[in-house]
């Protein structure tokens, strides 16, 4: 073999040996990059940060507390899953570019996105109310609040009144049991965000027990009452006040309101024509006056006791006017439930 052959074979080994090593660089760095993947929790690698040095990364949380938090399947992190830094940053970062041990990465690292979120949204940290428990009627409470807003809006009693800065407070008067709550609306640049204080009432405010926890209408539901019982539902009389109402409520689950219209001296019997059968009785004064209605007089048929006079109450979730969730006492410790012309149930007082 002549010494010019040699060469050329050594030359083309040469070559080849060189190839390989290309190839094999080639795969492995594909095989690097291909199989960067973020952890659910503990500090990014390096290959998801560009940098050997892994300690300068941010700490994944290794739970997301926001329900509304989605990670997309492709693409950056959301702050909300990331607490504030946008991921992945650049695959290679500028060698000038320095992610600081803690704090917002810069933009060389994040392409341009480092702000938080919570920078940008309006939020209410604390928001309460002193005393936290009152009594019925008007009196004298403390509001308080801290927000991250610029301009915060409270309502109450159908009005608006606006405020300066994060944290602040009002002392004011208020009528329990009328009005259940205060809102708060905080605004920050674009964002606004609300938030409810309800109005409670110590739990000695009702005349029965476990009652809800608002506040009752009147404060002191007690007044002179009367009840019948009919063979398809029940009459209840009360007056407290100027609050003069009769209650029917019906065996079907419906039950009517309305206003007593019967005074004295007028005829206690308003249905003079009408003979209740043996065992039986016919209402009267403003029951009978009521039971006069034949739509009423159908549904409730005739009257299986005579009406009864007795010390009761009446307490509403609400102004009593409207019948939002009303509690009505008996003479035998039972108490009627209504709600809003909808529905109606009979309690045992213990319950």
Known sequence: MTRSVKRTLLIMVLLLLTAALIMNKVATTQAAETTCVLPESGPWPACA???????????????????????????????????????????????????????????????GSTEKAESEAAAIFAFAMTPDK????????????????DLVELYYQGTVTEFDGRDNSLTTEIDAG??????????????????????????????????????????????????????????????????????????????????????????????????PPEGLYKPMRGFGVLWSDPAVRSKLGWAITEEAGYSGHIQCTGPALYDLTCWGSTPNNQIIVWNNDTWWTIWNDSQ
């Not at 702050?79 to 810069?106: F, K, L």
């Not at 009147?218 to 007044?223: K, L, Q, T, V």
């Not at 109402?245 to 019967?262: C, E, L």
Request: a negative charge; one cysteine or more.
């Open 134 to 149: 009152v009594q019925p009627g008007r009196q004298t409470v403390t509001l308080s609040w801290r927000t991250n807003a």
């Open 178 to 275: 009328l009005y259940q709550s205060f809102v708060i609306v905080a605004h920050k640049g674009k964002s606004k965000v609300e938030a409810t204080l309800n109005i409670y009432c110590a739990a000695d405010s009702w005349f029965f027990n476990n009652p809800p926890e608002g506040c009752p209408v009147p404060a002191d539901g007690s007044g002179v009452s009367a009840i019948q019982f009919f063979e398809h539902g029940i009459m209840r009389w009360h007056k407290n006040g100027d609050f003069q109402r009769i209650h029917v409520f019906y065996n079907d689950g419906t039950h009517d309101a309305f206003q007593d219209f019967w005074y004295e001296p007028a005829a206690e019997d308003s249905n003079p024509t009408l003979v």
């Open 49 to 111: 940060t560009g940098s050997e040095n892994t300690t300068n990364a941010p700490t994944l949380p290794a739970v997301i507390d926001d329900d509304t938090c989605v990670i997309p399947e492709t693409g950056r992190w959301p702050a909300c899953a990331t607490g504030g830094y946008r991921n992945p940053p650049p695959a290679v970062p500028d060698e000038n570019c320095v992610i600081p041990s803690s704090g917002a990465w810069p933009d060389c690292a994040t392409q």
